[in-house]
Structure formats: structure tokens, C-alpha cells
């Protein structure tokens, strides 16, 4: 469309010539009537000078160029407009890199990262690239700790005199399951910091309660080491005649007992973890199922058998107060993992319970199998027991917990789905 007076280009739905200023109307819409400039006295004879023939009725006038501007009338009606363009949707971009900076942080984790092409990389939910943290530095450890200590000797027993003897004493002489049981901690622990390590807080939760472990029964052979220091004593002394005792803590009596240490570190340095995660609460069911079974576990320990007095677990004048205390640090670990991780509800305090758990199971399954020269049970058994088989009600105890913690983390995953 183009301008009736100059010929300038005019653009649709322009009301006015950019150029001369006449008002236009868009021919495409609208029908208008122009009235061609005549000279006076010679109407309907074309102006002098002006070679064109009349215009022909309802065709759009023609003006020529070196023309002179003349007023224009038209006929306008209610102007139009473009219709409204449809509604898209247009598909979310990814976050570009801010200058100067090297991280995206997403509500679902601590560190989506950028890569150096600018392009985000966002893990899972609550994913992240492995890091060197304390509780993996400490777990790995106290794991090679507790292998040392389990493959190296404990104790020497070295009596001189009437009576000649040399004993040495390692971790498998107190019971026939605590190499094992070491090893199943060592790897709970250094696994599951590295699995915490990438945000998995399951993971950490199962260094925290494998610390505990540990520490347990590394605390029950370091007061058993004790009780043969001092049953050798007694007997001697009891026996008469002349001798020289001689008794050494080993290599793997201090590695024993720094792997004890750093195990409850690890417990500790776990508890970071066991904020809220963003994530969907365990079940209260299974939380409150699993510490009912984890004090079944602990207060079955206790109850004597055999008509032994439930008192002399406390203190007795045949055993030493260290071996006894020692002895209920076991189960008061038991029961802080277990209670804590369970009355918890989150995934880290089902990890934590895993852990805490871990070592006891295998003792619990090797004595009522009776599996091995010396299989110990959780926390040396019973007291009084004649045998190695647990007590019922701690049977009954290791069986809900197992159950409860296997159901929370069926639970916990279809939450995740």
C-alpha cells in the first residue's frame, strides 16, 4: 500500500503518511471514495499539464509524482487491530553461569555445579560429588585400626618360677566371632562415610552406628583382657609358691583401643547428618516398633540365667568392676543407636540403627548357631547362661530390629518414587 499523494510505502494499519502527513486508509480493509483535483472551469476534463485519463470508478486513484499535495477526503471507519497472537508455552532454560561465579545452588541439594561450559550439571535429589570430609577421614581410620587390631596380638601372659607358662592372646581367643565382627564394622564404617560423602546421609548414618559397634566390642575385648590380667593374679596368688607375672598389653590391645575411640568419633561427627533432609519422615510405626526391639535386645542381655543373681553383673567379687562396666558399655552403645536412629524417623537414624545393629547381629547368628570354638553373644550373653544360645526376649529383640529397619527402608524408597 503506498501513500495517495507522495507514493511513500505505507505500513498496514497506518492512520498517516510518515512523509506528507495525509491521512490513508488501509485499502485492504476499507473502501474509499477520493475526488480527483480538477481545474476550474473544465470540469470533468483532466487539469492541464496532467496526462492521465479519469480515474475509473471504484479503482484506487493514481496521483503523479510531481503532483502538487492535495487534500485527500476519506471515509474511515472504526480502526481494526492485529489479533492478539495465541499463548505458547515455552520450555524452561537452563541456568546460565553468573561472571565470577562457579556454583548453582538448587533448593534440592547444597551444590548443583556448573561445568566449564557453563552448562548446569544438577545431580539427584541430595546427591553430590564425592568430598574428603572429616567422618570419612576418621571411619578409614579407625577401619584399618580394627583390622590391625583383629589380625595382630592382644595380650601376652608371661609366668616365670614354679610354674613356667607363655600365653598369647588375640583378638579371636576371647570369642571365635570378633575377627569377623571387626571386619563387618571396618567396612560399615569406611562404606558408609563414603556413601555419606556424596549426600547419601543413609551412609553416614551407617559410619555413625558402625562407630558405636565398634567401639563396643572393642570395649567388651579390652575388659575381657583385663579379667585374664587379673583371673592369672588371683589364681597365682590363691595357689601359693614362688612365680613372676609378667602381663603385656600387645600392639593390638592399643589398636583396640584407639579404634574403640575413633568410633564414637565417627558417632559424633555423623550427628551433622541427622538434621532434616527435605525428604518424606520413615513411618512412626516402624520407628516405634524398632526401639521397643532395641530395648528387648538390651534388657534381654541382662536377664540372668541359670539361677545367676541379676545383681552380680553390677559388681561380684570375681570379676573386675573394668570388665563389668565395660560389658553394659556394650549395650548402652546398642541402645543409643538404636533408639536414637529409630525414634528419629529419617533416613540417617535408619542408617545409624543399621550400624549400631551390625556387629550384634553376627554375634547373635554365630552363638544361637553355635558357630565357631567361642561364640560369644551380644555382650558376652546372658549372664549365667551355661551355653552360648541368647536369651529369648534378646532374640526376639535382633529379629524386630532387623525387621523394622528392612520395612523402613522399603518405605523410605517408595517414598522416593
Not at 470540469?43 to 486513484?61: E, F, H, S
Request: a negative charge.
Amino acid at each position: 500500500m503506498f501513500c495517495p499523494s507522495c507514493g511513500t510505502a505505507i505500513q498496514p494499519g497506518q492512520r498517516f503518511c510518515t512523509v506528507c502527513g495525509v491521512a490513508v486508509v488501509d485499502t485492504s480493509v476499507h473502501t474509499t471514495t477520493t475526488a480527483v483535483p480538477t481545474v476550474p472551469g473544465t470540469q470533468g476534463t483532466p487539469a492541464a499539464g496532467n496526462l492521465l485519463p479519469p480515474p475509473t470508478v471504484g479503482a484506487p486513484p493514481v496521483v503523479p509524482a510531481t503532483s502538487p499535495t492535495v487534500p485527500v477526503a476519506a471515509v474511515t471507519s472504526t480502526p481494526t487491530f492485529e489479533p492478539t497472537a495465541l499463548l505458547s508455552v515455552v520450555e524452561q532454560t537452563a541456568h546460565t553461569r553468573v561472571q565470577g561465579g562457579d556454583r548453582f545452588t538448587a533448593p534440592w541439594s547444597d551444590a548443583a555445579l556448573l561445568d566449564v561450559t557453563g552448562e548446569q550439571t544438577v545431580p539427584p535429589a541430595g546427591v553430590q560429588p564425592f568430598r574428603l570430609t572429616p567422618l570419612v577421614v576418621v571411619s578409614a581410620i579407625a577401619a584399618v585400626l580394627a583390622v590391625g587390631a583383629a589380625l595382630t596380638d592382644v595380650a601376652t601372659v608371661e609366668i616365670t618360677g614354679d610354674l613356667v607358662t607363655n600365653e598369647h592372646w588375640v583378638l579371636n581367643d576371647f570369642a571365635s566371632n570378633y575377627m569377623v565382627g571387626a571386619i563387618i564394622a571396618a567396612l560399615l564404617l569406611a562404606g558408609g562415610a563414603a556413601l555419606g560423602a556424596t549426600g547419601r546421609r543413609i551412609g553416614s548414618g551407617i559410619a555413625g552406628g558402625a562407630g558405636l559397634a565398634l567401639a563396643g566390642m572393642m570395649s567388651m575385648v579390652i575388659g575381657q583382657v583385663i579379667g585374664i590380667f587379673d583371673q592369672w593374679e588371683v589364681t597365682l596368688l590363691s595357689g601359693g609358691g614362688s612365680f613372676e607375672l609378667t602381663t603385656t598389653q600387645e600392639i593390638g590391645f592399643w589398636l583396640a583401643v584407639l579404634a574403640a575411640v575413633l568410633g564414637v568419633v565417627a558417632f559424633v561427627l555423623s550427628l551433622k547428618d541427622s538434621k532434616p533432609d527435605g525428604q518424606p519422615p520413615v513411618q512412626p510405626t516402624v520407628g516405634i516398633v524398632g526401639a521397643i526391639a532395641t530395648l528387648l535386645v538390651v534388657f534381654g542381655s541382662l536377664i540372668p540365667m541359670n539361677g545367676a543373681a541379676f545383681a552380680d553383673q553390677f559388681s561380684n567379687d570375681f570379676t573386675p568392676p573394668a570388665t563389668l562396666l565395660l560389658r553394659l558399655l556394650v549395650l548402652v552403645l546398642i541402645g543409643v543407636g538404636g533408639l536414637t536412629g529409630f525414634l528419629l524417623n529419617r533416613r540417617w537414624g535408619l542408617g545409624l540403627a543399621i550400624g549400631a545393629i551390625s556387629v550384634g547381629v553376627w554375634q547373635w547368628i554365630t552363638a544361637i548357631s553355635e558357630s565357631g570354638d567361642i561364640p560369644v553373644g551380644i555382650a558376652g550373653g546372658s549372664w549365667g547362661a551355661d551355653d552360648f544360645s541368647p536369651h529369648l526376649v534378646t532374640t526376639v529383640g535382633v529379629i524386630l530390629m532387623v525387621l523394622a529397619v528392612v520395612a523402613g527402608l522399603l518405605v523410605a524408597n517408595q517414598d522416593n518414587a
